[in-house]
């Protein structure tokens, strides 16, 4: 594969330069696919549309389709625009690395591949690279043709070098001289120097030279010099009525010629690769040592991964274009040529800027969840213990969860502390509460996935501190991501031993709480806490329980456990009886759920999907899926919570939890759904739904061919969840209904409510 560094011999060396002189006298073009960016044929599109499902890659584009959308709304805030098209970047980048990446995993090496719309490999790639290509496309157009006239308005503008006037020019010289040249490496690529092993998504500048004073082709070289990612992206200058952004790449283009003494600058071209981060891991016999030391060789070789795709300026040197194709083993197709920034994820140093911070719309606070007055209780044990508490974030606060952990390790009467942790935030308050808790001499026992992609190299660390710390550590599973959600603490109150519980869809993280929305459930019901305490001896020690109460497992339980529950609602609709199938996902990928979901429509139940990223289904199709509706929400917030609802003939049965219907999720993860039992808790739920499939501002529907259209018309009065949800109440909350008219009207709830009340209230006096 390319870029490798291994010792060569001179003939290789001598070769090697030959190349390298023969692409500078002939830039005629050498690819390992000379095929142009044309159109996919009639047969290809054809084929695409008849195919049952949607792929899963093209089905990805059109959610960042959705994100750009916002980043392209003129209703929105500059700001927010500016933020929006960032994300569609970093986006773009996690895709080309993993999904871009898992392709060319089958093309580099040989194996076949088939993806869900038919199409075979090789077809399937150019067909996605086109798709790309018209993505970036229309994220230029957006930053150069839509924003970047409206900064001038607000306050500051993008410049370049040309714009800097009188001693602006004197700082920015010193400031290159004193702070950016000395962190500057050229790297030469000729025949006594192998090819630079260049960093992905990091700016690299390729430097075309020649001995001074000649023309000869024959004298010319190539280096790079790669960007400090811990330089600031733009140099900031502020006058008297705006500020100016300098990109530095600019900068260091405008004095590159002080590193290349005595000979001319033949061009300099600004580009960004992207390299295969798609990784899978072998089972280790010994996790403590050879599974995390897997872990970090892993980590180093998507440093070293095959380049995928390249971001290039437009009028790049043709004999620097051709050479970096040839080397990496690209072409055409992988080459994305960029008008505006390259690399739009560095807007955020834009939108962050402290200058700017009142023109961003303000954070609506979080308001209590309904099972609570306040959002910080003085006893966060003895509010669970009256009833579960659904939050619902980020419109309620992640403070109780918080609060929890940090009541338990300082309280004397908790003997142990139980969690599982996908991704944290930084300086986390969760660590914080575990080592005091350890400190304290509680029994703490954490499973750390450090497999969370991309999170990898932090919770090794967080772990590592954990362990040193007297917590018990478990890496992961093998093969299997733990990506379950559960809380188990469990406390001596003197008369009994009781075990409070924390289930969520969301992970353990106050920073993106207030991003995404998502659930969490806080309990002492003894079914749940029972279970949970299951489940962590299966993930802990050499357990099999038979069944949980509430909990539907995956990897072995939670596929046919839902393929159960939509066929039964297709038992119910063939007799003629109430049935309704709502699920809100963030992906829907997994063929036999949606064969399974297929069927249920043609017997005629009603299917309701709410599916935020990618969903392979193909809703609405003459025959097949006339029953069924998709849509997603894309907004102010992350749609990330999970729900499940089965209507059951009028006696709903309502799940949440951490999982997506994908193969993965199914087959390759620890995850968890939990049934809601408490009345009011389900209703919540249900409610989360009801306002779901209302939104008309957020909201996208799929249409049969896979693309998607907004949802608000011209006349129509806009629901928007991302603000309503702020201001829901408990009457709000008891009056939803699905598939009505055969729910249980909010009298008979209420009713419901009052008993399960007295029932709780009478079982307490027991108890005590």
């Not at 620097?320 to 140093?349: H, P, Q």
């Not at 003895?382 to 508490?389: H, L, W």
């Amino acid at each position: 594969m390319p870029d490798h560094t291994d010792p060569i011999t001179n003939s290789e060396k001598r070769g090697r330069l030959s190349g390298l002189f023969s692409f500078f006298k002939n830039p005629k073009e050498t690819t390992m696919d000379d095929t142009k960016l044309v159109s996919p044929t009639e047969k290809v599109n054809s084929l695409v549309q008849q195919s049952d499902f949607i792929s899963r890659d093209l089905s990805w584009l059109k959610f960042n389709d959705r994100v750009l959308d916002q980043a392209q709304n003129e209703e929105r805030n500059l700001f927010d625009r500016l933020k929006f098209l960032a994300i569609t970047s970093s986006n773009l980048d996690e895709f080309l690395s993993i999904r871009l990446g898992s392709l060319y995993n089958y093309l580099d090496y040989g194996k076949e591949r088939v993806d869900y719309s038919g199409l075979r490999e090789i077809p399937f790639r150019k067909m996605l690279m086109k798709e790309l290509h018209e993505f970036v496309r229309l994220q230029n157009a957006c930053y150069t043709d839509q924003l970047q006239p409206l900064f001038a308005q607000h306050g500051f503008r993008v410049v370049g070098m040309e714009d800097m006037v009188g001693e602006e020019k004197a700082e920015i010289e010193q400031y290159f001289e004193r702070t950016v040249y000395p962190m500057l490496t050229p790297m030469l690529f000729d025949y006594t120097h192998a090819f630079p092993v260049l960093l992905a998504k990091v700016l690299v500048l390729g430097v075309i030279t020649q001995v001074k004073g000649t023309s000869s082709e024959e004298d010319r070289k190539l280096s790079f010099v790669q960007l400090p990612l811990n330089l600031p992206r733009f140099y900031v200058i502020e006058r008297d009525n705006e500020i100016l952004f300098l990109p530095i790449e600019k900068i260091v283009r405008a004095h590159i010629y002080k590193l290349y003494r005595n000979v001319d600058i033949v061009s300099t071209n600004l580009f960004r690769i992207i390299r295969n981060g798609d990784f899978s891991l072998e089972e280790s016999d010994d996790m403590e040592s050879d599974f995390i030391d897997e872990i970090k060789q892993k980590i180093k070789n998507r440093r070293l991964g095959r380049v995928v795709s390249v971001a290039i300026e437009p009028d790049t040197n043709p004999d620097l274009f051709n050479l970096i194709k040839k080397r990496w083993e690209i072409d055409d197709y992988n080459v994305f040529k960029v008008e505006g920034l390259i690399d739009y994820t560095s807007l955020w140093a834009i939108v962050k800027h402290p200058e700017f911070k009142d023109q961003i719309p303000p954070i609506h606070p979080p308001v209590p969840p309904l099972g609570l007055e306040r959002e910080r209780i003085p006893d966060v044990f003895e509010a669970m213990k009256e009833r579960d508490i659904l939050l619902h974030h980020p419109y309620n606060n992640f403070e109780p969860v918080l609060q929890l952990l940090e009541q338990a390790a300082d309280d004397p009467k908790v003997l142990s502390i139980k969690l599982t942790i996908y991704r944290l935030a930084k300086n986390s308050r969760v660590t914080d509460a575990l080592l005091r808790a350890a400190e304290n001499g509680k029994h703490v026992a954490v499973l750390f996935e450090v497999k969370a992609r991309f999170d990898e190299e932090n919770n090794i660390r967080e772990a590592q501190r954990l362990q040193k710390a007297g917590c018990f550590v478990i890496y992961g599973i093998g093969q299997l991501k733990t990506h379950t959600k559960l809380l188990l603490i469990v406390r001596n109150e003197g008369n009994r031993v009781l075990r409070y519980a924390h289930l969520s869809s969301g992970n353990y993280n106050e920073d993106t709480s207030r991003l995404y929305t998502d659930t969490g459930l806080l309990t002492t019901n003894e079914e749940y806490t029972q279970d949970i305490s299951e489940f962590f001896n299966v993930i802990t020690g050499h357990s099999s329980p038979t069944e949980y109460q509430n909990l539907i497992t995956a990897p072995r339980y939670m596929r046919n456990k839902l393929i159960e529950l939509i066929r039964k609602e297709a038992e119910n609709a063939k007799a003629g009886l109430p049935c309704g199938i709502c699920i809100k996902i963030n992906s829907l990928e997994d063929k036999e759920t949606i064969q399974e979901l297929y069927t249920a429509s043609q017997a005629g139940v009603p299917v309701r999907l709410i599916v935020r990223g990618m969903c392979c289904l193909r809703p609405r199709r003459k025959g097949l899926s006339e029953n069924i509706s998709v849509r997603s929400l894309v907004g102010d917030f992350l749609e990330h919570s999970r729900i499940f609802y089965f209507h059951q003939n009028g006696d709903p049965l309502v799940y949440g939890g951490s999982a997506d219907a994908m193969v993965r999720s199914f087959d390759r993860r620890i995850e968890s759904l939990f049934k809601l039992v408490d009345i009011r808790v389900k209703q919540e739920a249900i409610h989360i739904l009801y306002f779901s499939l209302l939104d008309n501002v957020n909201a996208y529907e799929m249409q049969e061919d896979g693309t998607y259209i907004k949802c608000l018309e011209p006349d129509e009065a806009p629901l928007n969840i991302h603000k309503a949800f702020f201001d829901v109440t408990l009457e709000d909350v008891l009056k939803v209904k699905l598939f009505v008219p055969d729910q249980k009207p909010a009298d008979t709830i209420v009713e419901d409510l009052a008993r399960q009340q007295q029932s709780a209230e009478s079982e307490q006096q027991i108890c005590e």
